[in-house]
């Protein structure tokens, strides 16, 4: 089972689950660097991707 400790509880959905760590990383962030900026997640276990990846841009 590849990657089975990693994978998030929603299971391989073909789409992007991490919505909970996407709004972490976003409240986060704001709250580090003072402005307002939106986390995309780009590849996600649950997408059948090898890791999670989350990229951060200002908004
Ligand atoms: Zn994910």
């Known amino acids: 089972m590849k ?3 990693f994978a ?3 299971g ?3 789409q992007v689950e991490c ?3 996407v709004g972490m990383i ?3 962030a704001h709250h580090i660097l ?3 900026v939106v986390c995309i997640e780009e590849l996600c276990l649950s997408k059948s ?3 999670c990846k989350f ?3 200002n908004n």
């Open 34 to 36: 003072n402005k307002d």
């Open 12 to 14: 391989n959905t073909g």
């Open 26 to 28: 976003a409240g986060a």
């Open 3 to 5: 990657d089975s400790f």
């Open 55 to 57: 990229n951060l841009k």
């Open 49 to 51: 991707d090898n890791v």
């Open 19 to 21: 919505y909970i760590v």
């Open 8 to 10: 998030p509880s929603a």
